[in-house]
């Protein structure tokens, strides 16, 4: 945490800036934002500096913004890294309701990628894939902001949400294309044709087929999973968000009657 203070106060050496300088800015963005939490006090900026103090959300950006620095790079100096968010939501704990996700990359971190593949590689054939990477290495994830698509988003099967199983199975994590939002009517060959929606209603997240008859919406679910189906107004207490068009989930038996159990 000191080492914190120490940057901020180096940043601010570096521009020649005088505490009541810092203080006078600080001021000018709290009018601006028409919050007194942005303004910094003189005793309060020698604590941040001199003796370890913590500073508020509102006074690190104003320290970052006067100080021209880079607001992620100054929550790191204080022990929060953003790029260990999707990790930690993790090692957080399950949460038993279906939800979308929400973290970002930001530009933040790297990813273990395969660099080299087996050139005797046929992707036509089934593979153990694990056996073909050659060689690892480490890619910024700043490089793969351009390569996911803008209208592509995530969202997580709770834990408890037996709706879609099992073509789905709890803690499935899913991808949803945002363009696509108007439920399809059929006919479909199979039940893996019959395209499945990530909607949100007045009680929070579903994942299921979707049925549109009139004012109302049904969300149907796999007829093995015994749920029953769900009717809201449409569009008044439903809006279907994407739909799904890829999934990762475990396959594993054992998992999959403790989390039933």
Same mark, same amino acid.
């Given at each position: 945490m000191e080492d914190g203070g120490q940057r901020l106060k180096a940043a601010r050496e570096r521009l020649n800036l005088r505490y009541r300088?810092?203080?006078?800015?600080? +001021?000018? /963005?709290? @009018?601006?934002?028409? @919050? $007194?939490d942005y303004s910094l006090a003189l005793s309060r900026l020698a604590d941040i500096e001199n003796k370890g103090s913590v500073p508020s959300i509102f006074r690190l950006y104003a320290l970052c913004a006067i100080y021209r620095l880079d %607001?992620?790079?100054? /929550?790191? #100096?204080?022990?929060? $890294?953003?790029?260990q968010l999707p990790g930690d939501a993790v090692y957080a704990g399950s949460v038993e309701r279906t939800h979308p996700i929400k973290h970002e990359a930001n530009g933040q971190g790297? +990813?273990?990628?395969? /660099?080299? &593949? $087996?050139?005797? %590689?046929?992707?036509?054939?089934?593979?153990?894939?694990?056996?073909?990477?050659?060689? #690892?290495?480490?890619?910024? %994830?700043?490089?793969l902001n351009g &390569?996911?698509?803008?209208?592509?988003?995530?969202?997580? +099967?709770?834990?408890e949400d #037996?709706?879609?199983?099992? &073509? /789905?199975?709890?803690?499935?994590? +899913?991808?949803?294309d945002e363009r696509r939002r108007r439920p399809e009517k059929g006919p479909w060959t199979t039940e893996f044709e019959r395209p499945i929606y990530f909607c949100e209603h007045r009680d929070g997240f579903s994942v299921s087929w979707c049925s549109v008859n009139n004012d109302k919406m049904y969300l149907l679910p796999h007829p093995a999973s015994a749920s029953e189906p769900l009717v809201f107004e449409y569009p008044r207490e439903i809006e279907p968000l994407g739909q799904v068009i890829a999934v990762a989930m475990s396959l594993d038996p054992v998992r999959g009657r403790r989390i039933r159990s």
């Amino acid at each position: 945490m000191e080492d914190g203070g120490q940057r901020l106060k180096a940043a601010r050496e570096r521009l020649n800036l005088r505490y009541r300088d810092v203080e006078e800015a600080s +001021v000018r /963005l709290a @009018n601006r934002h028409k @919050n $007194d939490d942005y303004s910094l006090a003189l005793s309060r900026l020698a604590d941040i500096e001199n003796k370890g103090s913590v500073p508020s959300i509102f006074r690190l950006y104003a320290l970052c913004a006067i100080y021209r620095l880079d %607001l992620l790079e100054a /929550l790191r #100096w204080f022990g929060v $890294d953003i790029s260990q968010l999707p990790g930690d939501a993790v090692y957080a704990g399950s949460v038993e309701r279906t939800h979308p996700i929400k973290h970002e990359a930001n530009g933040q971190g790297s +990813v273990q990628v395969p /660099l080299a &593949l $087996d050139p005797g %590689l046929d992707p036509r054939r089934t593979t153990f894939l694990s056996r073909m990477i050659q060689r #690892w290495g480490s890619l910024p %994830l700043m490089l793969l902001n351009g &390569l996911e698509p803008k209208e592509r988003c995530y969202a997580f +099967v709770g834990t408890e949400d #037996w709706f879609m199983y099992p &073509l /789905l199975r709890p803690g499935s994590l +899913v991808i949803i294309d945002e363009r696509r939002r108007r439920p399809e009517k059929g006919p479909w060959t199979t039940e893996f044709e019959r395209p499945i929606y990530f909607c949100e209603h007045r009680d929070g997240f579903s994942v299921s087929w979707c049925s549109v008859n009139n004012d109302k919406m049904y969300l149907l679910p796999h007829p093995a999973s015994a749920s029953e189906p769900l009717v809201f107004e449409y569009p008044r207490e439903i809006e279907p968000l994407g739909q799904v068009i890829a999934v990762a989930m475990s396959l594993d038996p054992v998992r999959g009657r403790r989390i039933r159990s």
